[in-house]
């Protein structure tokens, strides 16, 4: 099997798992609780840095990403209010004014731009976003970011649905004494939740 191939299985299982675990619930009506049953403690709420179960399905209610799948499991807007390509290798996302992360702050194409290269250069997920240049990003204005590929892929865009590909605020991503990130129990996204307490067991948003 080629190289090619081999990366579109992985891809299309990975997006699987996250689609499972995220069961479309930006089409479910919500309420101010959420109550969801894990199997298992979450102990890393960074997206590039996990893919379980589990910890996907906090990950969707926390983070945001430039697209999401709809019922037809084709990537629609979600942050990105737009995109254009061309020849098939250079993409330009305008992002939507006015989204805010939990601390208050808007989202910028600064913040896209550092979740993004953090999702292409991860050790763990990075094999979902192999065929973007990380080179190539850049940021025209606010709301405006350009990338390219090194070749045509047809699964980036459903990459950029994944929960590795989430947005998070540039400002409020630091690394902890140990090694790990802030986010891993402090995340800071656009979703509709955000973390109240984390406990042994128990995670309230």
């Not at 989430?166 to 891993?184: E, M």
Request: hydrophobic residues 40%; charged residues 20%; aromatic residues 10%.
């Amino acid at each position: 099997m080629s190289k090619s191939k081999i990366i579109f299985c992985l891809v299309m299982l990975s997006v699987l798992s996250f689609l499972f675990s995220c069961k479309f619930i930006e089409e479910v009506s919500r309420d101010e609780t959420l109550v969801a049953l894990l199997t298992f403690n979450v102990v890393n709420l960074d997206p590039v840095e996990t893919n379980d179960f589990d910890t996907s399905t906090v990950l969707c209610e926390l983070y945001e990403q430039l697209l999401k799948f709809d019922s037809n499991l084709k990537p629609v807007p979600s942050l990105a209010e737009s995109w254009e390509v061309q020849d098939h290798l250079h993409y330009t996302f305008h992002i939507k004014k006015g989204i805010l992360f939990h601390t208050g702050r808007e989202l910028t194409a600064n913040d896209v731009k550092f979740s993004l290269l953090r999702a292409v250069n991860s050790d763990g997920l990075g094999y979902l976003f192999t065929n973007i240049d990380r080179e190539s990003f850049e940021v025209i204005d606010n709301y405006t970011l350009k990338f390219s590929l090194y070749s045509i892929d047809p699964t980036v865009l459903m990459s950029l649905c994944h929960t590795a590909a989430s947005i998070v605020s540039a400002n409020d991503t630091k690394p902890k004494v140990d090694g790990k990130t802030s986010l891993n129990l402090e995340p800071v996204g656009t979703g509709p939740f955000k973390i109240k307490t984390i406990t042994e067991g128990k995670i309230i948003l």
